[in-house]
Protein backbone atom coordinates (compact mmCIF):
# COMPACT_ATOMS: atom_id res chain seq x y z
CA UNK A 1 0.00 0.00 0.00
CA UNK A 2 1.55 3.35 -1.21
CA UNK A 3 2.17 5.56 2.48
CA UNK A 4 0.17 8.44 1.39
CA UNK A 5 -2.44 5.95 1.71
CA UNK A 6 -2.06 5.14 4.96
CA UNK A 7 -5.20 6.46 7.12
CA UNK A 8 -3.05 8.49 9.82
CA UNK A 9 -1.32 10.47 6.06
CA UNK A 10 -4.67 10.55 4.11
CA UNK A 11 -6.41 12.26 6.97
CA UNK A 12 -3.87 14.72 7.17
CA UNK A 13 -3.26 15.60 3.93
CA UNK A 14 -7.23 15.47 3.24
CA UNK A 15 -7.69 18.23 5.92
CA UNK A 16 -4.41 20.72 4.93
CA UNK A 17 -4.83 20.14 1.20
CA UNK A 18 -6.89 19.74 -1.74
CA UNK A 19 -5.56 16.56 -4.34
CA UNK A 20 -5.27 16.40 -7.53
CA UNK A 21 -4.11 13.45 -9.59
CA UNK A 22 -2.11 13.56 -12.80
CA UNK A 23 -0.70 10.66 -14.73
CA UNK A 24 1.70 11.76 -17.49
CA UNK A 25 3.14 8.85 -17.78
CA UNK A 26 1.64 7.90 -21.16
CA UNK A 27 1.30 11.36 -22.25
CA UNK A 28 2.56 12.28 -25.47
CA UNK A 29 2.31 16.07 -26.15
CA UNK A 30 3.93 18.46 -28.69
CA UNK A 31 4.78 22.14 -28.32
CA UNK A 32 1.68 23.50 -29.63
CA UNK A 33 -0.63 21.35 -27.57
CA UNK A 34 -2.87 23.38 -24.42
CA UNK A 35 -1.51 21.26 -21.74
CA UNK A 36 2.67 21.40 -23.05
CA UNK A 37 3.23 24.52 -20.75
CA UNK A 38 1.57 22.88 -17.71
CA UNK A 39 3.44 19.58 -18.10
CA UNK A 40 6.87 21.47 -18.34
CA UNK A 41 6.68 23.28 -15.66
CA UNK A 42 5.60 20.96 -13.06
CA UNK A 43 7.23 17.40 -14.34
CA UNK A 44 9.32 18.62 -17.17
CA UNK A 45 10.81 15.53 -17.43
CA UNK A 46 8.20 13.11 -16.65
CA UNK A 47 9.43 11.87 -13.23
CA UNK A 48 7.38 9.76 -10.78
CA UNK A 49 6.40 9.70 -8.59
CA UNK A 50 5.84 13.74 -7.87
CA UNK A 51 4.39 15.67 -5.60
CA UNK A 52 3.59 19.76 -6.37
CA UNK A 53 2.01 21.86 -3.55
CA UNK A 54 0.73 24.82 -4.73
CA UNK A 55 -0.26 27.62 -3.00
CA UNK A 56 -3.64 29.77 -3.40
CA UNK A 57 -2.31 31.81 -6.45
CA UNK A 58 -0.98 28.44 -8.49
CA UNK A 59 2.89 29.58 -6.97
CA UNK A 60 4.63 26.08 -6.57
CA UNK A 61 5.56 26.27 -2.62
CA UNK A 62 7.19 22.71 -2.38
CA UNK A 63 8.20 19.72 -4.78
CA UNK A 64 8.82 16.02 -4.09
CA UNK A 65 9.96 13.87 -6.51
CA UNK A 66 10.52 10.06 -5.67
CA UNK A 67 8.84 7.59 -3.21
CA UNK A 68 8.22 8.62 -0.09
CA UNK A 69 10.33 7.00 2.35
CA UNK A 70 7.75 5.94 5.20
CA UNK A 71 4.74 7.22 7.20
CA UNK A 72 7.09 9.27 9.09
CA UNK A 73 8.53 11.18 5.97
CA UNK A 74 4.83 11.71 4.18
CA UNK A 75 3.98 13.59 7.87
CA UNK A 76 6.86 15.64 7.72
CA UNK A 77 6.69 16.57 4.59
CA UNK A 78 3.15 17.67 5.46
CA UNK A 79 4.09 19.53 8.08
CA UNK A 80 6.61 21.45 5.99
CA UNK A 81 4.09 22.35 3.48
CA UNK A 82 1.00 22.83 5.91
CA UNK A 83 3.08 25.35 8.74
CA UNK A 84 4.87 27.02 5.98
CA UNK A 85 8.38 25.93 6.44
CA UNK A 86 9.38 26.27 2.79
CA UNK A 87 9.57 29.98 3.91
CA UNK A 88 12.30 29.36 5.78
CA UNK A 89 14.26 26.12 4.51
CA UNK A 90 14.26 23.97 1.88
CA UNK A 91 12.54 20.37 1.58
CA UNK A 92 15.64 18.43 1.97
CA UNK A 93 16.97 20.09 4.69
CA UNK A 94 13.93 19.99 6.76
CA UNK A 95 13.70 16.39 5.76
CA UNK A 96 16.86 15.79 7.41
CA UNK A 97 16.86 17.96 10.44
CA UNK A 98 13.19 16.69 11.42
CA UNK A 99 11.87 19.87 12.30
Excluded: C, Q
Excluded at 16 to 28: K, N, P, Q, T
Excluded at 50 to 79: N, P, S, T
Amino acid sequence: MSVLRTPEVSAAYKKSFIGAHADFGELELDDDAPGHGLVKRHNPRKLRPVLVFLDGGGKEVARHVGKLKDKEDALRLHKFVAEKHYLKTEWKIFRIDGN
